[in-house]
């Protein structure tokens, strides 16, 4: 199992010119991301701790040798996912920070907009404290859940009313790449679309909610497919990836306009680096940071042509070898952070 960098790698500094997660906390201290860290893996737990809270046995993570589509599965429920079931019902539904402590490792750290919030006391609770201030009645939709016992990827969507406007409902969308060490989370690469919140807030609209997952707590834990990341990651470094069949970005399901954002191809400032990648079963999960020349779609008009820097996380479904579905969210509220 894949754990997150120690405490050690915290160095505090101001993120107030940070646009992409002002947003989301109003104040705090980061660091800048440092990529290509691997981690140690710890032995499994024993033990989990399900949904309601109650710490209960955990079943057997073997593999039985049943076929889904070619790939062996896990045939009982992860662990993993019960902690993030948790994470999703007990700690952000109900806004109680206080489920942290169980649930999250002291030095946990949030990589999101190419910095570092945490850890987890002095920094990570403090500030999702003051998006909580902003959302009392904030919630949190599973809308799909993918892990291979080792790594999990949640898509979600976050909807609520916004005191600073009056109580004006906004309904954004997240994915989030996570880390456990076991029993407890350790670190997690995620974004949200916050320039949708930010465009609902200001035009008073307000987001259609994407369907949730029918059962995000029952997911079972898929091995994972080699062939699968490398198909992705040669996507990735493709270039643009916005327009890929099958493929939704940001809230252009919901009737939107995105477009590409920023154009990468063979410049001089473009560059793809894939942060964090894996797989489970069929679907990969990632988060990838690409620099180009920004090309409009996200305002800013006047920064037309000038280098910009676009982050991305998604989960794709392969099918039969290519990209048959899947969900992107991009950090436009960043580019130029």
């Known amino acids: 199992m894949a754990i997150g960098p120690s405490s050690g790698h915290v160095a505090r500094r101001s993120m107030l010119s940070w646009l992409g997660f002002t947003a989301l906390v ?9 990529r290509g860290r691997r981690w140690p893996n710890p032995s499994r737990p024993s033990r989990r ?3 309601s809270g109650r710490r209960v046995a955990s079943p057997p993570m073997t593999l039985q040798g049943w076929s889904n589509g070619g790939h062996n599965i896990m045939t009982s429920a992860a662990p993993f996912v019960s902690l993030i079931r948790r994470y999703v019902l007990d700690y952000l539904a109900c806004g109680d920070t206080s489920v942290c402590d169980e649930i999250m490792h002291p030095d946990f750290l949030l990589y999101m907009g190419g910095h570092e919030l945490g850890p987890r006391d002095d920094v990570y609770v403090p500030a999702v404290a003051k998006q909580m201030e ?4 904030l919630c949190m939709t599973a809308n799909e859940v993918m892990c291979n016992g080792d790594r999990l990827a949640l898509r979600f969507s976050q909807h609520g009313a916004s005191m600073r406007h009056d109580g004006h409902q906004a309904a954004w969308s997240g994915i989030g790449l996570y880390f456990w060490d076991g029993e407890r989370l350790t670190a997690n690469w995620a974004l949200e679309d916050y320039y949708a919140r930010r465009r609902q807030l200001a035009d008073r609209t307000t987001n259609q909610l994407e369907p949730p997952a029918v059962a995000p707590w029952d ?3 898929e091995t994972e497919n080699p062939a ?8 990735l ?7 890929q069949p099958h493929v ?4 252009e399901w919901d009737g939107h306009l995105c477009g590409p954002v920023i154009e990468v191809g063979e410049t001089e400032v473009g560059e793809t680096t894939v942060d964090d990648l894996f797989s489970a079963g069929n679907r990969v999960a990632f988060h990838m940071t ?3 020349t920004y090309v409009g779609g996200a305002g800013k008009d006047d920064r037309l042509g000038t280098p910009a820097t676009l982050r991305s996380a998604g989960i794709v479904t392969i099918v039969d070898g290519v990209i048959a579905s899947g969900r992107v969210i991009r950090d436009r509220s960043g580019l130029f952070a």
């Open 26 to 34: 109003g104040f705090g201290v980061t660091t800048p991301v440092s």
């Open 49 to 51: 701790v399900c949904g």
């Open 134 to 137: 902003q959302f009392p009645g």
């Open 219 to 221: 997911e079972l834990a």
């Open 228 to 235: 699968n990341e490398e198909l992705v990651r040669t996507w």
């Open 237 to 243: 470094r493709s270039g643009n990836i916005h327009g």
């Open 248 to 251: 939704a970005f940001d809230d």
């Open 290 to 292: 690409q620099t180009g």
